[in-house]
């Protein structure tokens, strides 16, 4: 016997990313619903899995008990949001069909008052788990993980960028929507304190992804981690788009919400939806989350906690949906929840989410007072090719008239001497572009302690490393990204044709020479592991 695992919302991203999760275990057998026979049938057929899927039709618009009760799953999974208008129906359904009950929750009243379930739950002696998603699963596992090391907790902020280029769902966007504009309350200096939905405008600079920006969003920790960790004074969670013109137009329309020029953007979520497609050309497909704890450490000083996670290759949306599927995967191997209504909390520590997420291209960094974590962990498998580096290393090609010119220009304007460079020619040189899977000719590489930039990425970056004047040149980062891309390559694809060709670093003056890296221990260990 299998256990049978009914995806409520089974078509649609997010049930999608957790039926695939669960595909490959030859202990589940998937129900995949959904209020679409049809849509439900196809993603039947099309799913690769130990055991063949089921497909059934539920509406759980509709009273969903009857559909639950003779489909006879084991573990409901709701998936189907947007939550914030949901009642506990489905939940109630899966109790009385004798199931364990998860879901996908974002919203705040809903995930912290699942515990009026709890008696019902406890006499069908079943699970019933709210929020099995990013928010509150991961940032109560990442705070718990280096509380610890704190005497007392002060402040913690912490956000999600979404990529661009990645599937968005209605109901995601509908989620967003039903609060942007909208008041709610969160902790600032101890007292409950009233903010707006995608206001109070912050930017925040990743490593790898560059400088994002964010706003105020309700979720379910605002109501649930002032009585998880006493004493703490400001909480606050944000989220952003990766594009700063759609972020900021955004942050326009809560104005027009905030006024009461207009009720809630919520009813405009499909053409709000589709008019966000538009930027997907301009945009990525890396996402990132980030957080940062404060407070004072064991030893009386002040100390802090930076956390950073960067996924790539469209890998975010795996993210929020691991929770459910790391917990349906333990209830079929056995390992059953005990019995009761609760939100995701104590369930999966940090190491356990971040272990699960190892087949995918995310990585995650912490930083602070004697912490530099890293996972994935000793020598777990990860699909990115990123190289770092403390010291920026400017690897260019030493043939190219134009590009050593670029490189003693460099050289003779960093006087300090904080940018190496290394000749694309060399051995070094030929190893990284190897590991990056790049010819030779198809960019400079500038390599330093935030990974691997390239084309006009890299020289912004070069210009904040350079600082003084520079700078200036950042402001033509509100050309998009392909835009500026698209004029590099035809200049590097005609660069030894327009501006000629010559002996190896032939341009450079001996002094200039002498800063060249021939090798790099660090990086050749990164080179061997890759």
């Known amino acids: 016997m299998t256990c049978r695992v009914m995806i409520l919302g089974g078509t649609g991203n997010f049930g999608c ?6 595909a490959d275990d030859p202990a589940i057998t998937l129900l995949l619903a959904s209020r679409s026979e049809t849509r439900a049938r196809a993603a039947a057929v099309g799913l690769a899995a130990a055991n063949s899927p089921e497909p059934l039709c539920v509406d759980i618009r509709a009273d969903p008990a009857p559909a639950i009760k003779s489909a006879r799953p084991d573990v409901v999974i709701h998936a189907v949001g947007p939550f914030q ?27 912290a008052g699942i515990g009026r379930l709890d008696s019902k739950a406890k006499a069908a002696g079943v699970a019933v788990i709210a929020g099995a998603s990013s928010v509150p699963c991961l940032t109560a596992a990442f705070i718990d993980h280096y509380r610890p090391r704190f005497a007392h907790l002060s402040s913690v902020e912490y956000g999600i960028s ?13 989620a967003i929507l039903s ?32 400088l994002r920006l964010f706003g105020d969003c309700d979720v379910p920790d605002l109501s649930l981690f002032p009585e998880r960790y006493p004493g703490l004074q400001r909480l606050r969670f944000v989220a952003g788009h990766e594009i700063k013109l759609l972020h900021l137009g955004t942050w326009l329309l809560s104005w027009a919400v905030r006024l009461r020029l207009v009720r809630s953007l919520e009813p405009h979520a499909d053409a709000l939806l589709r008019a966000s497609f538009l930027f997907d050309p301009v945009g990525s497909n890396r996402s990132g989350f980030h957080i940062k704890i404060e407070g004072t450490g064991r030893d009386g000083a ?8 960067v996924a790539r ?46 087949p995918l291209d995310i990585t995650t960094t912490a930083k602070g007072s004697g912490i530099d974590d890293a996972w994935p962990k000793g020598d777990g498998m990860t699909h990115s090719t990123e190289l770092r580096r403390d010291t920026p290393l400017f690897v260019f090609d030493g043939m190219c008239v134009l590009c050593s010119t670029g490189a003693n220009f460099i ?16 051995d070094l ?102």
């Not at 990313?17 to 669960?22: E, F, G, H, K, N």
Request: with cysteine; proline share 5%; net charge positive.
């Open 17 to 22: 990313c957790v039926a695939r999760m669960l």
């Open 85 to 111: 208008d949901q009642d506990y129906r489905v939940a109630e359904a899966a109790i009385a069909a004798g199931a364990h009950y998860l879901d996908l929750a974002d919203a705040r009243d809903f995930v």
């Open 162 to 174: 979404a990529a661009q280029a990645t599937n968005r769902g209605l109901g995601t966007a509908s």
């Open 179 to 210: 609060y942007v504009g909208k008041p709610f309350t969160r902790m600032e200096k101890g007292q409950s304190y009233r903010v707006f939905g995608w206001q109070g405008l912050t930017a925040v600079r990743y490593p790898e992804l560059g």
């Open 302 to 309: 002040p100390m802090l906690v930076e956390g950073f996670m």
């Open 313 to 358: 290759q469209g890998h975010g949306p795996h993210i929020p949906c691991l929770p459910a599927a790391l917990l349906a995967k333990r209830i079929a191997a056995g390992e059953i929840p005990s019995a009761g209504a609760r939100p995701c909390l104590d369930l999966i520590d940090l190491d356990q989410y971040l272990t699960a997420l190892v």
């Open 411 to 426: 050289m003779r304007h960093d006087r300090e001497g904080r940018v190496q460079f290394a000749s694309a020619q060399s």
């Open 429 to 530: 040189g030929r190893a990284i572009y190897k590991r990056m899977g790049l010819p030779i000719d198809s960019s400079y590489l500038l390599l330093d302690p935030d990974g691997t930039h390239a084309k006009t990425d890299g020289y912004f970056q070069l210009a904040r490393i350079l600082g003084g004047w520079y700078r200036l040149g950042l402001v033509f980062r509100i050309i998009p990204r392909p835009i500026r891309d698209w004029f590099y390559d035809r200049v590097a694809k005609n660069r030894y044709r327009w501006f000629g060709k010559a002996e190896y670093c032939c341009l450079l003056r001996p002094e200039q020479r002498e800063r060249l890296v021939e090798s790099d221990e660090g990086l050749s260990e990164q080179l061997m592991a890759g």
